[in-house]
């Protein structure tokens, strides 16, 4: 059973520059979210994908955009990368049962992105 | 939003001892709260969860307890080991049922077991 994976697990990016961060969610899993750690603080929500669609957003700048492809996988994308950018980005996936009830959802992450901008 | 706070940021025990780790949430809503720890450069890992339909939930050396009136809730190690040490988060976010909403986490407390 696969958990959730992401790549690159390591990247070095300039002033500027743009990247893409790509999840693959656990596997029986639908609804990818992206989350923002700063060394030192618990990590911070950017936005949640279901159906190919953004169902919720944090408090990012646009610079900060994501798409979710039909197998469920995800892309978070960055533009004009700040130094301030530079952070763990994670990637969680869960499972969304469409309307029936349950009480065992849970979120699971992956290894995570470290993104260096310099 | 939803505000949480988390406490102590640092926690210090020797091996065996038991560790307490409050956290207060601000949104009535909410209703899921999970506990991650994180060691050193790894991704958070989900210990034990709790709904707001349960006061207390135990496994294994790990405990949740849950105060809804006063909007609180508190992991709870006892046993420690030098294993032990790591970052852990709370969290707190809204299960409607088919579906979580957005975690809010905390600050994180980093815990030390001395051998």
């Known amino acids: 059973d696969a958990g959730v994976t992401q790549s690159p697990t390591h990247l070095i990016k300039t002033r500027g520059q743009q990247v893409t961060l790509r999840c693959s969610p656990k596997?029986?899993?639908?609804?990818v979210s992206w989350y923002q750690q700063a060394l030192g603080q618990g990590p911070q929500f950017i936005f949640q994908y279901y159906e190919e669609e953004e169902r919720q957003r944090g408090n990012f700048p646009d610079r900060f955009s994501g798409h979710q492809f039909p197998n469920y996988s995800s892309e978070l994308n960055v533009n004009a990368l700040l130094l301030g950018d530079s952070a763990l980005y994670l990637c969680?996936?869960?499972?969304?049962?469409?309307?029936?009830?349950?009480?065992?959802?849970?979120?699971?992450f992956g290894e995570g992105s470290w993104l260096t901008v310099v | 939003g939803e505000n949480v706070e988390q406490h102590p940021s640092t926690l210090s025990v020797q091996e065996g001892d038991s560790a307490v780790i409050k956290c207060t949430y601000s949104d009535s809503a909410s209703n899921y709260f999970p506990w991650y720890k994180q060691e050193l450069g790894k991704r958070p890992q989900l210990i034990i969860d709790i709904r707001s339909n349960v006061g207390e939930k135990k496994d294994q050396r790990i405990a949740v307890t849950l105060n809804k009136t006063a909007k609180h809730f508190s992991l709870h190690i006892t046993e420690t080991q030098p294993e032990d040490s790591a970052v852990y988060f709370c969290a707190a976010s809204i299960d409607r049922g088919s579906t979580l909403g957005r975690l809010y986490f905390g600050r994180g407390t980093q815990l030390t077991v001395w051998p």
């Open positions: 596997s029986g899993h639908d609804t």
């Open positions: 969680a996936s869960s499972l969304d049962n469409g309307g029936h009830r349950s009480s065992g959802n849970t979120i699971y």
